[in-house]
């Protein structure tokens, strides 16, 4: 059975429902938790993919250049080592920026302010053509929760999908990396979480937390039409059994 590596950075942001969907599709998950002490492998090669999960911490370092979690420059290398070597990998929120900022990408603090709960994100025309997003349609819901954002991609990306307020809503490095801005992994409950965790600085910036959950709530089984068959096509890229018309076939990137 084909494994994937799963890196959750925070207690608070685990696999929920994308674990769900993989798992249902076939794929065995190893998850670490570096924060509560799991060392991170040198290298991938007992896995046939990597997911890097979100998290609360910054994918840039703090003024004083320490990185945003310890572990972070290791998994900057571990992403840098998917790619170069072709290992089908899914970034999700802080995984698509350090997914980002691992190749070169810029990643700060917004200047637009947060991005909480229910939105839609449109397709770039490149999607068309990609193998996870082809099959997306054209404004995709999503549940957003983030502050920091991907202000410049790297050079190698190619961005499959944009909002009006943030550029750089999804992208793919190479033929089998993924980055997303977007949350597809959780639940209500999760989100409920957040707004308790988070309840005085959504307070501050005029959110109401009990209707956050609840409009989140109510798009989750349009999130699940979209993004399951999403996460059920990666799946099968990494166990080798995704459509041969599908299949990636760009060369590997170098230099990396």
């Avoid at 998917?82 to 290992?87: E, I, L, Q």
């Avoid at 193998?131 to 499959?160: M, N």
């Avoid at 699940?224 to 068959?229: C, D, N």
């Amino acid at each position: 059975m084909s494994t994937a590596l799963v890196i959750q950075n925070d207690p608070t942001d685990d696999l929920r429902r994308l674990g769900e969907w993989l798992t249902e599709a076939g794929l065995e998950l190893a998850v670490l938790r570096p924060y509560a002490g799991d060392e991170l492998p040198e290298t991938l090669d007992d896995y046939q993919a990597l997911i890097v999960l979100g998290g609360d911490q910054s994918a840039y370092p703090d003024v004083a250049g320490t990185p945003g979690a310890p572990w972070f420059p290791a998994l900057e290398g571990l992403l840098r080592k998917a790619v170069r070597h072709r290992v089908p990998t899914l970034g999700v929120c802080l995984g698509g920026q350090l997914l980002a900022a691992a190749h070169g990408g810029l990643v700060e603090r917004s200047t637009s302010g947060p991005e909480i709960g229910p939105g839609l994100v449109g397709k770039r025309d490149a999607a068309d053509t990609d193998p996870l997003f082809k099959r997306v349609p054209l404004l995709p819901d999503v549940v957003q929760w983030h502050h920091d954002e991907i202000t410049e991609l790297p050079l190698s990306a190619t961005l499959l999908a944009a909002s009006s307020r943030f550029a750089h809503q999804a992208f793919r490095i190479g033929d089998r990396a993924w980055g997303l801005q977007f949350h597809i992994e959780c639940d209500a409950e999760m989100v409920a979480d957040w707004t308790r965790d988070g309840a005085d600085d959504l307070a501050e910036l005029g959110y109401d937390a009990e209707a956050v959950v609840l409009a989140v709530a109510e798009i989750l089984p349009d999130v699940e039409e979209v993004w399951q068959p999403f996460a059920t096509r990666f799946a099968a890229l990494a166990q080798g059994t995704l459509p041969d018309a599908d299949v990636p076939r760009t060369l590997p990137l170098l230099g990396h």
